[in-house]
Structures are given as structure tokens and as C-alpha cells.
């Protein structure tokens, strides 16, 4: 059973470029967290969807950022421009309710970005 | 709101050594919990977890009770290998949260030969 994938693994580029990434969630999963992790904030969740419709996005911290579900296998996430303290590991998880609140998630490998 | 506490790290240990990862909760109601690890340069993976209190979660030699009382779920592992060297977080699922977690802030765990 494949697990939560992201691509790029990892990213360089310069600031004020765009940057995607890329999430492919486990078949029939209808939750899916993007997170961003770093040394000085720790692990945050920036937005989740349940069957593709953003549900919180409450922890986007600011307009260049932003997030897509078009469809059940496939997410991204934005950020244009790009700004040198957006550097981080970016998590993909994903999770199956089947009706329940309290499924767990699973993550992605992540991809690592690091802003010029 | 939910909040999830965990013990500073780094902690180091020999290999073979008892470990203890304390961890304790804020939540109302009745929370699931969860404890997961992240090895170097990779995901998080789900360890183990527990949904209702006196529940005992286990995987891999590791162990953690939810404690109603206390509010705590800590980890617990009566043999620690090398490979067992990662971040531990701790976390938990409220009801009417979304089914989104509250982690804790991760504790590092160093084992040594």
C-alpha cells in the first residue's frame, strides 16, 4: 500500500520565486494536514481538507501562501513570492475518518525548502 | 483550548537502558492519543495510541497508558537500542476538533552504544 507522497523532495531557490508542492494522499483518505516544520516553531499545521474542501486554513501565515485540493488524489501548496524564513520541511498527511474524529494521520516524507 | 506538554530534551542514554518520555495533556471532554516518532530526514509515523482512559497502547517494545486521572500518556520502552534514536511527539484527537492532532513539541531521544 503506497504511503502519502510529496514531491519535490527537496527544493532550492531564490527568493521571490514561486514555489509548488506537491501531495498525492492515500486512496481513499478524505482528510489531508499540510504542516510546516521548523527548528524555532516547532511542527504547525497550516490547513486541512476534508473531501477536498479547505476546512481551517487558520494557520496560513499570510497571503503568499496558499492551498488546492482539485480533486481526492492530488493537493498543493504555493507560496509566491517566496521568502527567505518560509525555509522549512513542508509535511503532507493524510487520514481515513470512516465516520470516526479520531483516526490517525500519516505523513509524508516531506519536502525541504530552503530560500535564498 | 487543547494543549499537549512534553519533557525537554535532548535526553541520552546507554543502549539497554529504561526509557521514560513524559507527556501530559489539557483537553476537555475525552481525547485520543497518540504518541509518534520521526526518524532523521523522514515523516512522522504513527508508534502507538490510545482512545479511551486505562487504554495501554504498544508497538515495537515501546508502551504508553492513558491516565485519566493524571492526564498523562507517557512513554515508556524497557530497552532502548540505537535505533531507537529519533523524536518522539506526543499527541491527541478531540472530538469536534476536525480530526485534526495537538502535538507536543517533540522530544529528542539520544541512545548511545
Known amino acids: 500500500d503506497a504511503g502519502v507522497i510529496q514531491s519535490p523532495r527537496h527544493e532550492v531557490t531564490e527568493m521571490g520565486q514561486e514555489v509548488t508542492l506537491r501531495c498525492k494522499p492515500i486512496s481513499g483518505h478524505d482528510y489531508l494536514f499540510w504542516y510546516r516544520q521548523t527548528m524555532m516553531r516547532g511542527l504547525e499545521l497550516l490547513i486541512y481538507?476534508?473531501?477536498?474542501?479547505?476546512?481551517?486554513d487558520s494557520g496560513m501565515p499570510e497571503d503568499r501562501f496558499s492551498a488546492k485540493m482539485p480533486n481526492a488524489s492530488f493537493s498543493t501548496l504555493k507560496i509566491q513570492p517566496s521568502e527567505p524564513r518560509d525555509s522549512a520541511v513542508y509535511f503532507c498527511?493524510?487520514?481515513?475518518?470512516?465516520?470516526?474524529?479520531?483516526?490517525?494521520?500519516?505523513f509524508g516524507d516531506g519536502t525541504r525548502l530552503s530560500i535564498l | 483550548g487543547d494543549s499537549v506538554t512534553q519533557m525537554e530534551g535532548p535526553v541520552t542514554l546507554s543502549e539497554e537502558a529504561f526509557l521514560t518520555i513524559n507527556c501530559t495533556y489539557t483537553?476537555?471532554?475525552?481525547?485520543?492519543l497518540f504518541w509518534y516518532v520521526q526518524y532523521p530526514g523522514e515523516g512522522l509515523q504513527l508508534l502507538l495510541k490510545?482512545?479511551?482512559?486505562?487504554d495501554k497502547g504498544s508497538n515495537k517494545g515501546f508502551e504508553a497508558t492513558y491516565r485519566k486521572e493524571t492526564t498523562s500518556f507517557h512513554l515508556e520502552k524497557g530497552s532502548v537500542q540505537v535505533s531507537d534514536s529519533a523524536v518522539y511527539f506526543c499527541?491527541?484527537?478531540?472530538?469536534?476538533?476536525?480530526?485534526?492532532?495537538?502535538f507536543g513539541t517533540g522530544t529528542q531521544l539520544k541512545v548511545e552504544l
Open positions: 499527541a491527541l484527537i478531540n472530538t469536534g476538533g476536525g480530526n485534526k492532532l495537538t
Open positions: 498527511a493524510s487520514s481515513f475518518s470512516g465516520g470516526s474524529w479520531n483516526q490517525p494521520q500519516h
Open positions: 490510545a482512545t479511551k482512559a486505562d
Open positions: 483537553a476537555t471532554g475525552y481525547p485520543s
Open positions: 481538507f476534508n473531501n477536498n474542501v479547505p476546512i481551517d
